[in-house]
């Protein structure tokens, strides 16, 4: 019998699996189950989407012939069973589950976020993530005046980039010591502030945003400092959470995500992968390594390679908004650790800054903001985890990239 | 028309031996009666210019260098011997014969080449199909252009190289040229591009290597080999995302769009750059210069091509050229450079294992009985697909495969890919065959080598890489003790029992094939030996004596059942191999500019060896320092399948995780002891642009 496989989650993980297995040829038939409304896209692009670069219709990403069920939101799961529910009471046999549940923005602890019912944010504060908050954001930024984005991670500083791009007044608050301190250093991340400023985003770190304020429609937002931001629009940037209540419901193991061994297996004929999996202790919540995941797994279900094993992603991020850039490699802060060696280049006036973390002659992290030349080879240098040959300078400086 | 530089004594109007361009040459006896180039300025593919290859064609017509009689092994593992024709032809006809008396017809194959003319290639599938009633016919073409074919056919219906005349390209406005290094591979081509950059025109060329061609380009986008696919994907991508499809063009006058934007959707930039090693600022300025420009052209050479996912990638880059409304229409388009002289026509006559005259299907019903007609047979007995180029050498010599093999115009063992495997298999051989000019490296392995004419001595067609065909001329007369093909064939065939069909003179033989293609996509009824020479070739298809030819395609429909292009729904995907920890580089193969395919010619010039005497493994200054390797200094190259010695070269106009080797050379250095046989799946294009392969110097002095 033609095996039966359902992917829980219709995001860039499910979305991606789907592809592979059909391309690989897969025997089984592949079912794609989405909360939400419509078919899987590209939710990398969202931030561009916001600005109208990419129309809505346009990101729709390839299943190679799996079948979408969008609007199929799974509510319950029975690994012994081998049966899934649907919102609608309908229940679905499966022979492998693929848990690709993603995750759910963070809601900080802010007084009036939500609306006074409870249910739901308030007029005004919106989340991006999903193509219909990018909707709402579009229409409610046509006539917004001021917005501000609640934390200064990558997607913070995405969404605050496509309102400057729209015309509208943005601030960051950020409750962190500087902007992406995930994936940059404070000083890269001062660069990256000025470059804000002087595309007109004004950025407060450590800072906390205590409360939202304004009755049918926002007004300001009040920080712990007391500070009053005016404003009509909120974003939240908090960071994700693994999508895990499902699998928690069923009884599978969940840490922080769904763990996960190296053949991305949670127990069974279940596996998980992308946003909501715990791997070897880390969620890593990024497109990037969602989708090498989404590859092993396709490569194992699908018999291409039954031993297919995935042993992790190496830790790269890419921001590239217009002409706002920055790639960023591995450990990027060497104060935690005396025994890694530095090199560094910043021009204030050209706004760039780029840096080499190294032990001994090896490359274990790297920053390069505003001018990229040279990330080809930093990329291959940090890929290849080898000695560097030659002096390293070399992956900073356009002149010798070759 | 008269040259300045005619010689004053009588002159022939013909064409370079070598690659497609099939520059126009004017052969005349020269001084002491030492054969001479001269220009012929008239004619418009190259306009009197020639390269140091088509230059120096005539030093082999020297006896020094070529066969001059048959050549026979008494017993396997014994010296070659010279020997009348009349017992090497009975010898052949014999091991033939008795092959398929005990082993059956597909127990003989037959191996063509991508340099035999139009009516060599014609006749030659015509004797497999006919004579030898064997399915077993393929060539070497298959390792230089099916994936181009493949492509062409599932987006246009029609595969011809260049759908327009080369003299379109400097009316273009951006040109990207992909995986092709035509200053090295066919410099008089260059002018082209040259002209294009004059006119205000941009040239954007894609290839892991800075080369002299990437030398000129207004930008060098320089990805990882293998990475061609992602690139084009990541292309399309940023002309979606800024709005530069042409939409009008997309709804009348394409199939497939969804499917394939949906693809480039899974390439965003951040992605291809990861996979390409482009940045992403490169791929977002390539696109807006070819996304803006008025109009705008992709040239495909081997780069591309020869991987295992070949067909996909030229798909890809099709599909730029569709969604941005640049096909179909002058000045824009699609194509692709051949390599081979007669590397467009060689795939259109009969030589493929899949393919009947005209560019027909074996497995078509219809094309079967029109051939048959032709021929004057069952179409009933004439066999189905046969075993592809890589697929049938692997076969051979084993129980079930082919056990004797005639082989025309290649040599396997230096230019297919797992060299070394293959020579295996054509030593396992009952009996090899093989018919050239010179004593290659594949003849110096056969039972019986017949030594054949070559371009001055016959008459002859070729169809250049404009889908032009054009005739070479008879300018001098061959040793002796050689024959041409055609005689070969009719000889044979007459051993074996077949007293007619095959013509010795060539433009009996043309008047044939242009029957057997009239209908066909390759229709060539139209063409004559009288019309070609008249109007300095003719471009098919060509159905009728006063059809002027097509010298631009689908400016109406494509050849399509509905007429419309088919984008082509393509992801990327892994190369057969990629580095790992045991084999961490990548080896990328190609040519340089004195010598020419296999060498089995240009290696026999004085001229051309000394400007390029051996094989060499180019490596960036960073990797040369990490091995401890000077410039000069000979390094170890080792994949899975085998070794090869050859001097560092040590550039910066290579990616620090590639080497690059040329392919011209046999022995210690021959790159293709390494390349990888993953085959394409639709084209059977082996891999000859990405492997894997590990780097070291070489211990000792090795003598090649």
Request: proline letters at 7%; a negative charge.
């Amino acid at each position: 019998m033609t095996p039966r496989i359902a992917v829980v989650g219709g995001g860039m993980a499910g979305a991606r699996f789907a592809e592979r297995y059909g391309a690989l040829g897969g025997p089984g038939t592949v079912t794609v189950y989405g909360a939400e409304p419509r078919a899987p896209y590209n939710r990398v692009l969202l931030a561009d989407v916001l600005t109208g670069r990419y129309d809505a219709e346009s990101i729709a990403l390839p299943l190679g012939g799996a079948e979408a069920r969008p609007g199929c939101e799974v509510v319950d799961l029975d690994p012994a069973a081998r049966t899934l529910g649907l919102a609608d009471g309908t229940v679905e046999p499966w022979d492998e589950l693929v848990l690709a549940t993603g995750s759910n923005p963070v809601l900080p602890p802010v007084r009036g976020l939500r609306r006074p019912d409870g249910f739901g944010l308030a007029e005004g504060v919106h989340t991006l993530r999903t193509l219909e908050d990018c909707g709402r954001l579009a229409d409610e930024a046509v006539t917004a005046k001021r917005a501000v984005v609640i934390g200064g991670g990558v997607l913070g500083v995405s969404a605050a980039l496509a309102f400057a791009a729209l015309g509208v007044r943005t601030e960051i608050v950020h409750q962190g010591p500087y902007l992406i301190e995930r994936q940059l250093d404070c000083e890269a991340a001062e660069v990256l502030r000025e470059r804000l400023l002087a595309l007109g985003v004004e950025t407060y770190p450590r800072n906390r945003v205590r409360a939202v304020h304004g009755g049918e429609k926002i007004s300001a937002v009040e920080l712990a400092n007391g500070y009053r931001l005016d404003c009509d629009l909120v974003v939240l940037a908090c960071g994700a959470r693994p999508r895990t209540s499902l699998a928690y419901g069923a009884g599978l193991p969940v840490g922080t995500g769904i763990r996960v061994d190296d053949r991305l297996a949670v127990s069974g004929n279940v596996s998980a992968i992308g946003d909501c999996a715990e791997h070897r202790g880390t969620v890593h919540g990024l497109a990037g390594p969602a989708w090498e995941q989404a590859d092993v797994l396709a490569r194992r279900l699908s018999g291409a390679d039954p031993d297919a094993r995935y042993t992790g992603s190496l830790q790269r991020a890419r921001l590239s908004t217009g002409d706002l850039e920055y790639a960023a490699f591995g450990t990027v802060n060497e104060t935690l650790d005396p025994g890694l060696d530095v090199l560094r280049i910043a021009d204030a006036t050209r706004g760039t800054y780029k840096k080499l973390v190294l032990r001994g002659d090896r490359l274990v992290g790297a920053i390069l903001l505003g001018d990229l030349a040279t990330v080809d080879a930093l990329a291959g240098a940090f890929e290849s985890d080898g000695p560097l040959g030659g002096h390293p300078l070399h992956l900073l400086t356009r002149g010798e990239s070759r | 028309m008269t040259s300045p530089t005619a010689a004053p004594t009588p002159t022939t109007d013909t064409h370079c031996p070598y690659c497609s361009l099939q520059c126009g040459m004017r052969l005349g006896d020269g001084v002491g009666g030492v054969p001479e180039v001269l220009e012929r300025p008239d004619f418009p593919v190259n306009r009197g210019a020639l390269c140091g290859k088509g230059r120096s064609a005539p030093a082999l017509l020297s006896r020094d260098v070529r066969l001059t009689g048959p050549l026979l092994r008494d017993r396997p593992g014994g010296p070659l011997r010279a020997a009348g024709w009349a017992e090497a032809l009975d010898r052949v006809a014999d091991g033939l014969a008795r092959a398929r008396e005990r082993h059956g017809p597909d127990s003989v194959g037959v191996f063509g080449g991508g340099g035999l003319t139009n009516e060599k290639a014609y006749l030659l599938g015509k004797f497999a199909r006919v004579v030898l009633r064997t399915a077993n016919i393929d060539y070497n073409g298959r390792f230089c252009m099916s994936s181009a074919a493949a492509a062409h056919r599932r987006a246009f219906g029609l595969d011809r190289g260049l759908p327009f005349p080369l003299e379109d390209i400097p009316h273009t406005g951006c040109l990207i040229l992909v995986g092709g290094n035509p200053a090295e591979t066919m410099p008089p081509a260059m002018r082209y591009f040259r002209e294009l950059r004059e006119n205000g025109g941009t040239l954007i060329v894609v290839d892991p290597r800075r080369t002299r061609t990437a030398e000129l380009a207004d930008l060098h986008l320089q990805p990882r080999p293998g990475g061609d696919l992602a690139l084009a994907l990541g292309l399309l991508h940023v002309v979606i995302a800024d709005g530069l499809v042409d939409k009008e063009f997309v709804s009348e006058r394409t199939t497939g769009f969804e499917a394939a934007r949906e693809a480039a959707m899974a390439h965003w930039p951040d992605r291809v750059e990861r996979i390409t090693g482009v940045p992403a600022h490169q791929l977002r300025e390539a696109a807006s210069l070819f996304g803006t420009a008025e109009s705008g052209m992709v040239l495909t050479a081997r780069g591309p091509e020869q991987q295992s996912k070949g067909t996909d990638t030229v798909g890809a880059w099709i599909n730029l050229c569709l969604a941005t409304g640049n096909s179909g229409r002058p000045y824009a388009g699609y194509g692709c450079l051949t390599g081979q002289g007669n590397g467009q026509g060689g795939r259109e006559h009969g030589q493929k294992a899949d393919q009947l005259p005209g560019y027909r299907s074996i497995e078509d019903p219809a094309a079967r009985e029109h051939v048959a007609a032709v021929w004057g047979v069952d179409p009933a007995s004439i066999p189905g697909a046969g075993k592809s180029a890589y697929d049938l050498l692997d076969d051979l010599g084993r129980p079930d495969g082919v056990r004797v093999l005639l082989l025309a115009g290649s040599n396997p063992a230096v230019s297919a890919p797992n060299a070394g495997h293959v020579t295996e298999r054509l030593r396992a051989l009952d009996l090899l065959v093989v018919a050239d000019l010179v004593l290659s490296e594949t003849a110096r392995l056969a039972d019986v080598v017949l030594p054949v004419t070559q371009w001055a001595e016959e008459d002859g067609t070729t169809t250049n890489l404009e889908g032009r065909v054009i005739l070479r001329r008879r300018a001098f007369d061959p040793p002796e003790g050689v024959r041409s093909e055609l005689w070969v064939l009719r000889e044979l065939a007459a051993r074996l029992g077949v007293a007619t069909g095959f013509p010795v003179d060539a433009e009996e033989a043309f008047d044939e094939l242009r029957r057997a293609s009239a209908g066909g996509d390759a229709d060539y009824a139209g063409i004559s030996y009288r019309r070609i020479a008249a109007e300095d070739g003719v471009f098919w298809p060509c159905p009728a004596e006063a059809h002027p030819g097509t010298r631009r395609l689908f400016l109406d429909r494509y050849a399509t059942p509905d007429g419309r292009a088919r984008f082509a729904a393509v992801t990327h995907r892994p190369a057969g191999e990629e580095p790992d920890a045991e084999y961490p580089l990548y080896l990328t193969t190609g040519r340089v500019l004195a010598q020419y395919q296999s060498g089995a010619q240009t290696r026999r010039v004085a001229e051309l060896t000394r400007a390029a005497p051996g094989p060499f493994v180019e490596l960036h200054p960073r990797l040369a320092e990490r091995l401890g390797v000077a410039d000069g200094e000979l390094v170890a190259v080792t994949s899975r399948r085998g070794r090869a010695v050859a001097p560092a070269r040590i550039t910066d106009a290579i990616r620090a995780d590639t080497v690059f080797m040329p392919f011209h050379w046999p022995g210690a250095g021959r790159a293709n002891s390494l390349t990888n046989p993953a085959l394409d799946p639709v084209s059977r294009m082996p891999e000859f642009k990405v492997c894997a392969v590990r780097v070291e110097r070489a211990e000792q002095k090795v003598t090649p």
